[in-house]
């Protein structure tokens, strides 16, 4: 399959500023469906709100913008609706776990096949640099002009904790990597969350000491170690360092599947 | 305070499926309105591959920003709920046929209401009961039946006032339309309400 047979050229040029990661991202999405050989016909791709959330309008699928944070709560609907297409959520760092945070727990507790790819900017872009519940304690944001107080979440424990049964972290920069991630999410049989850690120069990087989009995918690279590497490094070097890599993985009864023996049941006439 | 909830056979229930497209993918317009002002719609999975975006979009489904677009999608919008009211406006009356008050409730007040009106009639008082069940589109022409029928309309409510101000825009009496208002988190009490009938029936026309 053509990789340009994904898109939906004639509504290029997109929206995002020069130097952005989820062009970069979006991209890695797509090659990881076409390496799966995806049907274009059976794969529906929904967002939220904010600049990762317009990418559906670029994708030549089934695709549903929604509201603020409910990617999550509308693609439980489609996969529950009709379980046999594939459901893939796009959504971004303050989308999913500030606006959405309870669509994001309870998706991964169900256990629900939906793969999730969240564009992790550390900040809100698209109104101009407020802080998320992903932005790093002490980094400067339109509205933490000395520093942000706030600890942020790890996602990718969160969803975890919460009983997501494929959980893995990439960044814009370890592209390749990325790529297998979500190809792996997609092919696991269950919720799957693919923590996509990106770059805004103009929101983000700009107030935090960053000169362009190269520095800050110098940092990503710099700041990361794979979880294979920080199994055999020291405690030093792994400290302050983020995880990049395949972080959990499981397996428990998919909550469309446990649903579908509920309808066989009721409509044997069984007791309940 | 519990009741029971009737859930009507399978075969009771009528199913209406939404209109398909006929047209090929690439002629598809998602959001191109027939007469009726309803596109047809196809699902996900059935190889349209349309999007479908809250913002204001055109025929096509896809945001331009442009003001005109908003306009148009904003106008069939309201005007495919006003166009149908008829058939979205759903209420339920009491004793109104020879009715000189009436009592108009929307939502759990109606309880009260209906137990308020029983007991008045048993008394003799000509009252009825509108209950909506719609509040938009507004039941605006049941309302002006009863507004040139009855004496006096009660509008209980468990605010300081809302549904009043849709009634009282199509009463031309003065004092016509009086409400009865409660915030303190308790219930309305049908005897308040019957309160509020008699006040006007035995003064005869002087409503307060």
């Known amino acids: ?272 | 305070m519990r009741e029971k909830v009737r859930i009507p056979a399978v075969e009771e229930i009528e199913t209406k499926d939404r209109k398909k497209p006929s047209v090929a993918p690439q002629d598809y317009e998602p959001f191109a309105a027939d007469e009726d002002l309803v596109p047809p719609m196809a699902s996900f999975g059935d190889g349209y591959r349309y999007h479908v975006t809250g913002l204001f979009h055109d025929e096509t489904g896809f945001p331009h920003g442009k003001a005109e677009d908003a306009d148009r999608l904003g106008r069939r919008l309201h005007q495919k709920i006003e166009g149908n009211r008829d058939e979205i406006v759903e209420y339920e009356s009491w004793e109104l046929e020879d009715a000189e008050i009436a009592v108009v409730a929307y939502g759990s007040v109606t309880r009260s209401a209906l137990t308020a009106v029983k007991a008045a009639r048993e008394e003799g008082i000509k009252v009825g009961l509108l209950q909506l069940k719609t509040i938009w589109p507004f039941a605006q022409e049941e309302i002006k039946e009863l507004v040139n029928q009855v004496d006096k309309i009660i509008v209980p409510e468990l605010n300081l006032g809302q549904l009043i101000g849709e009634v009282e825009r199509l009463s031309n009496l003065e004092e016509q339309v009086v409400g009865i208002n409660r915030i303190d988190g308790e219930l309305i009490k049908p005897a308040t309400i019957i309160e509020a009938i008699k006040e006007g029936s035995e003064s005869n026309g002087d409503f307060r």
């Open chain 1, 1 to 272: 399959m053509e990789i340009l047979d994904s898109f939906r050229t004639d509504k290029f040029p997109h929206i995002w500023c020069s130097g952005c990661g989820h062009g970069i991202v979006m991209g890695a999405l797509v090659r990881a469906m076409n390496k799966l050989d995806l049907d274009h016909d059976k794969t529906v791709i929904v967002s939220g709100i904010g600049c990762s959330s317009r990418a559906t309008g670029y994708l030549n699928f089934d695709t549903l913008h929604t509201t603020h944070g409910r990617a999550l709560a509308f693609a439980t609907g489609i996969k529950f609706s009709e379980p046999e297409l594939d459901v893939i959520v796009i959504t971004g760092d303050g989308d999913c776990t500030a606006i959405g945070g309870n669509h994001l727990i309870h998706a991964a507790r169900r256990n629900i096949n939906i793969t999730t790819i969240m564009f992790n900017n550390s900040i809100y872009g698209m109104t101009s640099g407020q802080y998320s519940p992903l932005t790093p304690q002490k980094a400067k944001a339109t509205t933490a002009p000395y520093g942000n107080i706030e600890p942020n979440f790890d996602p990718c424990e969160l969803v975890q904790g919460a009983g997501a049964t494929y959980v893995a972290r990439g960044t814009a920069y370890h592209i390749k990597k990325l790529t297998r991630f979500i190809k792996r999410g997609i092919e696991h049989n269950g919720f799957s969350f693919i923590d996509a850690v990106s770059q805004c120069p103009t929101n983000f990087g700009r107030k935090n000491g960053f000169k362009s989009a190269v520095e800050m995918m110098q940092w990503q690279k710099e700041n990361t170690i794979t979880i294979e590497r920080a199994a055999k490094a020291s405690e030093k070097e792994v400290k302050n360092k983020i995880l990049v890599g395949e972080l959990h993985h499981n397996n428990r009864p998919e909550y469309t599947a446990n649903y579908e023996q509920v309808i066989e049941k009721a409509q044997k006439g069984g007791d309940n």
